[in-house]
């Protein structure tokens, strides 16, 4: 089992930044890829960005490429998700996600979720 906690959202002006953290818990965090989900209502879970074991490959959605930068240190068992230029479009919850098999960007292919962390963006 993987146990993962978000942190890092709030309420901030578009145009602003945040920049979420998730921790793991375990000895296992270096062999997941990870990747960053949100969720806004009314609406289906999107990918957001995701990166691979050793964070020497990452991937961004076209909407927030650019924006966001998704980043992993494995001596802390954390990923993070900087956002830059904020949205208001932006506003969901934001979970972080453990995959096994690899980096990818659906929501199927991640074991593990964590509770999820509000961003609010207005405008």
């Known amino acids: 089992q993987v146990q993962l906690v978000e942190s890092g959202g709030g309420l901030v002006q578009a145009g602003g930044s945040l920049r979420l953290s998730c921790a793991a818990s375990?000895?296992?965090?270096?062999?997941?890829?990870m990747g960053w989900f949100r969720q806004a209502p009314g609406k289906e879970r999107e990918f957001v960005a995701s990166?691979?074991?050793?964070?020497?490959?990452?991937y961004h959605a076209d909407s927030v490429k650019g924006r966001f930068t998704i980043s992993r240190d494995n001596a802390k068992n954390t990923v993070y998700l900087q956002m830059n230029t904020l949205k208001p479009e932006d506003t969901a919850v934001y979970y972080c996600?453990?995959?096994?098999?690899?980096?990818?960007?659906?929501?199927?292919?991640?074991?593990?979720w964590g509770q999820g962390t509000q961003v609010t963006v207005s405008s």
């Open positions: 990166i691979s074991v050793s964070g020497g490959r990452t």
């Open positions: 375990g000895r296992t965090f270096s062999s997941y890829a």
């Open positions: 996600a453990a995959a096994p098999g690899g980096v990818a960007s659906s929501p199927q292919r991640y074991d593990y």
